[in-house]
């Protein structure tokens, strides 16, 4: 199980920090990653982190504010959002993917997805 947590309201130009702590496995054998959904809107690929942790990828859109990491002893992976803007609103999700590496934007190539936190950026 993935429970993700750390959304919140927050003014542009702020920070968040989301987590996704897994239960019942160990994150350490799967590349993770983020996704958000914005209200009418397609559930999108925003960053992943191989599996190793040596690698990570993110969509333009978020590059250079999003970091990702992960702890595997503490088996979770984190997002922190800097620089946030009202177009990054949406509920964030944290998935697993049994692949190894960081370039795994599609979602069909995750197994595993957390319930959703919501993240409500104000102008």
């Known amino acids: 199980q993935l429970q993700a947590s750390g959304g919140g309201l927050v003014q542009a130009g702020g920070s968040l920090r989301l987590s996704c702590a897994a239960s019942g496995r160990s994150i350490s054998t799967y590349a993770m990653g983020w996704f958000r959904q914005a209200p009418g809107k397609e559930r999108e690929f925003v960053s992943a982190i191989a599996r190793s942790g040596g690698s990570t990828s993110c969509a333009i859109s978020v590059k250079g504010r999003f970091a990702i990491s992960r702890d595997n002893a503490m088996n979770t992976v984190y997002l922190q959002m800097n620089s946030l803007k009202p177009e990054d609103t949406a509920v964030y999700y944290c998935?697993?993917?049994?692949?190894?590496?960081?370039?795994?934007?599609?979602?069909?190539?995750?197994?595993?997805w957390g319930q959703g936190t919501q993240v409500t950026v104000s102008s």
């Open positions: 998935a697993a993917s049994a692949r190894s590496s960081a370039y795994i934007a599609p979602r069909n190539l995750y197994d595993y």
